[in-house]
């Protein structure tokens, strides 16, 4: 059973623009929300994180928001990078303490 | 400050065989946590352990196990190896807090043939 659910397997933005990447959940007792960067034949990789008191989080290019009644999160990048092409994964924790839950990814290409 | 470092990289087996995957964890953290990625599936999780206690257990069968030394080094063992177990086994490591981040190895790479 999914508990967080990445619709989207591919997303391809213009080098520039903004990239938008969507998450879903539906466990309710999830408080910790977190997104990863995976390159192929490397580990993941952490980008940036929102704990559920908060509804925004910045670092930089990335911006994570949070919506807790619609269980819905995204990670939006700008500007996009080349360098930014990965596969990225949302995961949240918090029900069962320790272990993260994985959606199964979007593969974020951005063309020059 | 060295990474999360996993060996082997690579690994051949056969069906019915068993396996040992090895964890070296960030100097520090306390906390090593195990997961299966295969081709179109997340990151699934497989256990997590903490000063050489299991705290968490994903939902695989028994075949899969692992341990925590006292120097937090972990391992996992898969035994009577099946096809479909091939799969990248991804380590990590952290302080072991809730919500902590997590450090990933670069992963075993297991065939199974």
Redesign the interface.
């Known amino acids: 059973d ?1 508990q ?1 659910k ?1 619709n989207s397997p591919s997303l391809s933005v213009q080098e520039g623009r903004i990239s938008i990447l969507n998450c879903d959940y539906t466990n309710s007792m999830f ?2 929300f ?1 997104w ?1 960067k995976k390159y192929p ?6 980008l940036i ?1 929102i ?1 559920s008191i908060k509804d925004k989080n910045e670092d930089g290019r990335f911006t994570v928001f949070l919506n807790k009644s619609a269980k819905h999160l995204s990670l939006h990048i700008v500007p996009s990078q080349p360098g930014d092409s990965a596969v990225y ?1 949302c ?1 949240a ?2 029900d ?10 979007t593969s974020l290409l951005v063309t020059p | 400050k060295a990474g999360v470092t996993q060996t082997p990289r690579y690994l051949i087996k056969t069906r019915g065989q068993q396996v040992t995957l090895s964890c070296s964890p960030i100097s520090g953290h306390r906390s090593v946590s195990w997961y299966q990625q295969t081709p179109g599936q997340g990151l699934q999780f497989l256990f997590e352990y903490f000063s050489e206690t299991q705290r968490n257990k994903g939902n695989f069968p028994g075949r899969f196990s692992g341990r925590q030394f006292s120097n937090s080094r972990s391992e996992m063992n898969v035994s009577t190896l099946e096809l479909g177990d091939s799969a990248l086994y991804l380590c990590a490591s952290s302080l072991g807090g809730l919500g902590e981040k997590l450090f990933f190895g670069s992963g075993t790479q297991l065939s199974v043939l």
């Open positions: 999914q967080v990445q408080d910790y977190l990863y034949a490397e580990g993941p990789t952490f994180s704990s994964f995961a924790s918090g069962s303490g320790y272990a993260l839950n994985f959606g199964k990814g």
